[in-house]
């Protein structure tokens, strides 16, 4: 007659069949209640409440289990399971070891213990604390719930402290290794290489890179049979980390989005990601990046930091597949030089490849606030190829020369980026102090009565505008200035890139975006005549280039 499950010794006698009242006999055990030996154990938790419910004549009776779970947490499943009973007049009395196994939020517990149950006609009994419902009441049992309350408080905010201790000291935090890894049995402290699992997310960033978006790829995943994060932890021996999907080969973007996120992949422990509003709530919150802990190379990467950079490039692109669900190789790359916007990917549905085209996002949006900046898809394909080819060919003969000019082109760049913000820097300040002198002579005037109220309203809000946006002006561009003066390019890592396709003959996603940063394109100049149109390729590590300006002639290189 015992029915089990997972973590529950259900019944002696099934639910919905028993013809006289029915106790139930509830058992909770937290984590840290574990630590405290075995005197709230479930088994000896089972013992107290089986020997009471004989001894009183309280049978039939059936256990409800919950193991694992917090005594703020009353989404717990054997709990709620013996709620639904309780409210289907199934259950008539209900006992528990002492009030803290019931729960540990005080208004939680006053409400099911002081309306529920004496509404449900429940006899309520918590053994060691010698509460009874049919005895009288226990005027001491509010403030026994309001210490179990203090007590769940105090404990949570102490694991935090340890939390946080061992986040700072570069420990993981997390109770599970991401996916990809798994932890050392020798060592919990230490993550290792699950090479089964290392391999899809080594998959998940080489299909994003050949220019496949997180959809397509869960897509691929799935087809494939590969079983997602959650059932692979599961077969594994790990505990469900969320919900289980309908279909344990179902991937989704959001799970393969988060992958490709994760710096952990490069070997680095990421602490503080999240956190939670108090320990009642376990809701996770993100906290900004500036909040974010990166303690580099702690475990083996599974990513190398190029492949890493690039993907987030693409993600950062928010590149969107066209119609036909393929992804176009330049999309996310090009700029109009005029504006500054991105150039969108149009196909032409009812002619060959070689119409599709890009064009100012700006422009399509709005006619009159830029111009089409019209440019092929093929015609870019071919003029990267042929400049990547020119590059590398050149880089190959006069390795030298091209670091030393890749240098000085950079530092004149840059002295001068950082000139110009430097100027505009002063600028802003000398009129903030400007402000600050105007505030203080219209004050004076208002009241001397030589500017009435109304005046001085008007124009101090309109003063104060203008202060806090010079204001946020300048601290934009102190962080750009910080950051740029720390920034240099990294001819070495551009030279490791070129090597590796010395006999390059065709683009592909990866290479392309192994190469190129972004590419620039200008309005066509037709004075002369002739459609004159200018492009700029801006590389990765080290920028402008002198062989990356190309001017085209009627779609050709000149």
Same mark, same amino acid.
């Given at each position: 007659?015992?029915?089990?499950?997972?973590?529950?010794?259900?019944?002696?006698?099934?639910?919905? *069949?028993?013809?006289?009242?029915?106790?139930?006999?509830?058992?909770?055990?937290?984590?840290?209640?574990?630590?405290?030996?075995?005197?709230?154990?479930?088994?000896?938790?089972?013992?107290?409440?089986?020997?009471?419910?004989?001894?009183?004549?309280?049978?039939?009776?059936?256990?409800?289990?919950?193991?694992?779970?917090?005594?703020?947490?009353? *989404?717990?499943?054997?709990?709620?399971?013996?709620?639904?009973?309780?409210?289907?007049?199934?259950?008539?009395?209900?006992?528990?070891?002492?009030?803290?196994?019931?729960?540990?939020?005080?208004?939680?517990?006053?409400?099911?213990?002081?309306?529920?149950?004496?509404?449900?006609?429940?006899?309520?009994?918590?053994? *060691? +604390? =010698?509460?009874?419902?049919?005895?009288?009441? /226990?005027?001491?049992?509010?403030?026994?719930?309001?210490?179990?309350?203090?007590?769940?408080?105090?404990?949570?905010?102490?694991?935090?402290?340890?939390?946080?201790?061992?986040?700072?000291?570069?420990?993981?935090?997390?109770?599970?290794?991401?996916? =990809?890894?798994?932890? /050392?049995?020798?060592?919990?402290?230490?993550?290792?290489?699950?090479?089964?699992?290392?391999?899809?997310?080594?998959?998940?960033?080489?299909?994003?890179?050949?220019?496949?978006?997180?959809?397509?790829?869960?897509?691929?995943?799935?087809?494939?049979?590969?079983?997602?994060?959650?059932?692979?932890?599961?077969?594994?021996?790990?505990?469900?980390?969320?919900?289980?999907?309908?279909?344990?080969?179902?991937?989704?973007?959001?799970?393969?989005?988060?992958?490709?996120?994760?710096?952990?992949?490069? =070997?680095?422990?990421?602490?503080?990601?999240?956190?939670?509003?108090?320990?009642? /709530?376990?809701?996770?919150?993100?906290?900004?990046?500036?909040?974010?802990?990166?303690?580099?190379?702690?475990?083996?990467?599974?990513? +190398?930091?190029?492949?890493?950079?690039?993907?987030?490039?693409?993600?950062?692109?928010?590149?969107?597949?066209?119609?036909?669900?393929?992804?176009?190789?330049?999309?996310?790359?090009?700029?109009?030089?005029?504006?500054?916007?991105?150039?969108?990917?149009?196909?032409?549905?009812?002619?060959?490849?070689?119409?599709?085209?890009?064009?100012?996002? *700006?422009?399509?949006?709005?006619?009159?606030?830029?111009?089409?900046?019209?440019?092929?898809?093929?015609?870019?394909?071919?003029?990267?190829?042929?400049?990547?080819?020119?590059?590398?060919?050149?880089?190959?003969?006069?390795?030298?020369?091209?670091?030393?000019?890749?240098?000085?082109?950079?530092?004149?760049?840059?002295?001068?980026?950082?000139?110009?913000?430097?100027?505009?820097?002063?600028?802003?300040?000398?009129?903030?102090?400007?402000?600050?002198?105007?505030?203080?002579?219209?004050?004076?005037?208002?009241?001397?009565?030589?500017?009435?109220?109304?005046?001085?309203?008007?124009?101090?809000?309109?003063?104060?505008?203008? !202060?806090?946006?010079?204001?946020?002006? !300048?601290?934009?561009?102190?962080?750009?200035? !910080?950051?740029?003066?720390?920034?240099?390019?990294?001819?070495?890592?551009?030279?490791?890139?070129?090597?590796?396709?010395?006999?390059?003959?065709?683009?592909?996603?990866?290479?392309?975006?192994?190469?190129?940063?972004?590419?620039?394109?200008?309005?066509?100049?037709?004075?002369?005549?002739?459609?004159?149109?200018?492009?700029?390729?801006?590389?990765?590590?080290?920028?402008?280039?002198?062989?990356?300006?190309?001017?085209?002639?009627?779609?050709?290189?000149?």
């Amino acid at each position: 007659m015992l029915q089990q499950s997972n973590n529950t010794i259900t019944s002696i006698y099934p639910i919905g *069949n028993q013809t006289e009242e029915l106790t139930a006999l509830y058992c909770r055990l937290s984590q840290d209640d574990k630590q405290e030996g075995d005197s709230n154990s479930i088994i000896n938790q089972k013992k107290i409440l089986k020997r009471y419910a004989i001894e009183h004549g309280y049978q039939p009776y059936v256990f409800f289990v919950d193991d694992g779970f917090s005594g703020t947490n009353f *989404n717990r499943p054997d709990f709620q399971r013996m709620i639904a009973e309780v409210e289907a007049g199934r259950i008539k009395r209900v006992i528990v070891k002492d009030m803290s196994r019931l729960g540990r939020d005080y208004l939680q517990v006053g409400m099911y213990t002081e309306i529920m149950f004496p509404n449900m006609d429940v006899h309520f009994i918590a053994v *060691n +604390d =010698g509460v009874d419902s049919h005895v009288g009441e /226990n005027e001491f049992t509010p403030f026994r719930n309001i210490i179990n309350e203090w007590y769940a408080k105090d404990t949570s905010k102490k694991i935090r402290a340890v939390k946080r201790s061992k986040g700072m000291a570069g420990e993981h935090i997390g109770s599970h290794a991401p996916y =990809g890894y798994m932890k /050392n049995p020798d060592n919990k402290k230490e993550w290792l290489i699950d090479e089964e699992a290392a391999e899809v997310v080594r998959e998940i960033f080489r299909l994003c890179v050949n220019g496949y978006g997180p959809t397509r790829i869960a897509n691929i995943l799935t087809e494939r049979k590969i079983l997602c994060p959650t059932y692979y932890a599961l077969e594994h021996g790990e505990k469900p980390r969320t919900v289980l999907p309908p279909d344990k080969y179902l991937w989704s973007a959001t799970v393969v989005s988060h992958i490709l996120e994760r710096m952990d992949y490069l =070997g680095h422990t990421v602490n503080f990601k999240t956190h939670v509003k108090s320990y009642k /709530n376990r809701k996770k919150i993100d906290n900004s990046p500036e909040q974010w802990r990166i303690f580099e190379n702690t475990h083996e990467a599974i990513i +190398d930091k190029e492949t890493f950079e690039i993907v987030q490039k693409i993600r950062s692109g928010k590149r969107r597949p066209t119609k036909m669900g393929d992804m176009p190789m330049f999309s996310g790359l090009l700029y109009c030089a005029d504006c500054g916007s991105k150039m969108t990917f149009h196909r032409q549905m009812a002619q060959s490849a070689e119409k599709h085209n890009f064009v100012c996002s *700006n422009y399509r949006h709005n006619s009159k606030s830029c111009t089409m900046h019209y440019i092929r898809n093929v015609v870019v394909e071919q003029i990267v190829l042929e400049n990547l080819k020119e590059v590398i060919r050149y880089v190959s003969d006069y390795e030298d020369e091209f670091v030393q000019m890749v240098m000085d082109t950079d530092m004149r760049q840059r002295n001068k980026e950082l000139s110009q913000k430097k100027k505009r820097l002063t600028e802003i300040h000398s009129r903030i102090q400007e402000l600050d002198k105007i505030f203080q002579r219209i004050y004076e005037d208002n009241i001397s009565g030589k500017l009435s109220d109304e005046r001085f309203m008007k124009l101090s809000k309109g003063y104060e505008e203008e !202060q806090h946006t010079l204001q946020k002006e !300048q601290t934009s561009l102190e962080k750009e200035l !910080q950051k740029e003066e720390k920034q240099s390019v990294d001819v070495k890592q551009f030279l490791s890139v070129v090597r590796k396709y010395t006999n390059l003959t065709e683009l592909t996603p990866e290479i392309v975006h192994e190469f190129i940063d972004k590419i620039i394109v200008h309005a066509p100049d037709k004075s002369s005549g002739k459609r004159l149109q200018e492009i700029e390729i801006i590389y990765n590590h080290i920028g402008v280039f002198d062989h990356s300006k190309v001017t085209l002639w009627k779609g050709k290189a000149v």
